[in-house]
């Protein structure tokens, strides 16, 4: 038995298609502006597949590079520009950050309704109350992409490796919405190989090569790979690879493909996002009696 392969780009399509259509009925084109610090290769490889995304779907995007020795005061007044900037619709600060400049400091500064990655403390707390507004990209894109393939989430026993604040938490929030039953795992959880073959739904998010081997996977189960991880094959060269090793698409029903699965519907819902920010901010403008709230 072989898996079936749950491509990421035909659901990217689609979403993307709809983020464009969506995008036509602004009076302007909603426009991304990513900010990063540094020059870390992979970053730079990232932010440059979501700019060229962004002008494939007719959105505008513009690219922020600070030196890696950025001051945190200057990546603030940065963000303060951004802000009161009304031609800018969503601002996306690319992860992790020097070590000189605080995260918090600097995912606090960012206009909640401007903020397409959904860290703002306030769009998390909107997530955990139920009413999501701007959410994390890799998490809202893999319910898409879950939906998109008829994935049955409501009822599902899901079980998500990895507990950080980019990928795991906000993924156990989603799924919790969409009415699975969810437990989250992390490193200190004792016999992880027992708890994740209960899952109908199971989730690897946590950054190591291979770590969910067949014998971890319940039979049938539906597998996200979220894990990308470079690591030097055996002609050489580096290779992208995900957290599920290879075998065990002799044992799950669906599996999400490392490269072209879980990171085309990240780009995909970042653009979404951009395209829900520029209308929150239109709905805000077009009635000024509601401005200074924060409008769903
Ligand atoms: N495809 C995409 O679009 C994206 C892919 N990624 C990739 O996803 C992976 C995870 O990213 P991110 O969430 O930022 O990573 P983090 O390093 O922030 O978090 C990893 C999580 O996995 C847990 N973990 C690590 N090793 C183990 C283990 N052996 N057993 C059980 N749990 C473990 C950690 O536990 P603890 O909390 O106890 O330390 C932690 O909660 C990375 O490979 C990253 O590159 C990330 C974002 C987008
Ligand atoms: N503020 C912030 N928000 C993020 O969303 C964020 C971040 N910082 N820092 C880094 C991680 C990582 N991330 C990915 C995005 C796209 C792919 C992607 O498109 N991957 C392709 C392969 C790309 C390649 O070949 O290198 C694929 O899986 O097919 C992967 C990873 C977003 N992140």
Redesign the pocket.
């Given at each position: 038995m072989s898996a079936r392969v749950l491509a990421?780009p035909p659901a990217a399509a689609a979403l993307l298609a709809d983020a464009a259509a969506r995008a036509g009925r602004l009076p302007t084109s909603p426009h991304l502006v990513i900010v990063c610090v540094g020059d870390d290769p992979?970053?730079r490889?990232?932010v440059r597949?979501?700019s060229r995304k962004a002008g494939e779907v007719g959105l505008r995007s513009t690219v922020h590079a600070l030196p890696e020795s950025a001051t945190q005061a200057e990546l603030l007044a940065l963000i303060d520009t951004l802000n009161r900037d009304d031609d800018v619709s969503g601002i996306?600060?690319?992860?992790?950050l020097p070590a000189q400049i605080a995260e918090a400091a600097v995912l606090h500064a960012i206009d909640p309704r401007k903020d397409v990655?959904g860290?703002h403390p306030l769009n998390v707390g909107e997530l955990w109350a139920g009413r999501p507004a701007l959410t994390?990209?890799?998490p809202a894109g893999i319910m898409y992409l879950l939906e998109h393939y008829g994935v049955a989430v409501a009822g599902a026993r899901a079980v998500i490796v990895g507990r950080s604040h980019?990928v795991g938490r906000p993924l156990a929030a989603l799924l919790l919405l969409g009415d699975a039953t969810v437990t989250v795992c992390h490193s200190r959880t004792r016999d992880l190989g027992r708890v994740t073959r209960e899952a109908e739904l199971l989730v690897a998010a946590a950054g190591s090569p291979g770590l969910v081997t067949p014998e971890m996977v319940r039979p049938g189960a539906t597998v996200i790979d979220v894990g990308?991880n470079r690591v030097l094959g055996a002609d050489g060269k580096g290779h992208?690879v995900g957290d599920v090793h290879p075998d065990v698409a002799g044992v799950a029903g669906a599996l999400t493909?490392?490269?072209?699965?879980?990171?085309?519907m990240?780009?995909a819902q970042?653009l979404a996002n951009t395209v829900r920010a520029a209308e929150l901010q239109h709905a805000t403008r077009a009635h000024p009696e509601v401005a200074g709230e924060f409008v769903r």
């Open positions: 990421g992979a970053s490889s990232y597949g979501k996306l600060v690319q992860l992790p990655d860290f994390p990209c890799t980019l990308i992208l493909p490392v490269p072209g699965g879980v990171g085309p990240t780009v970042l």
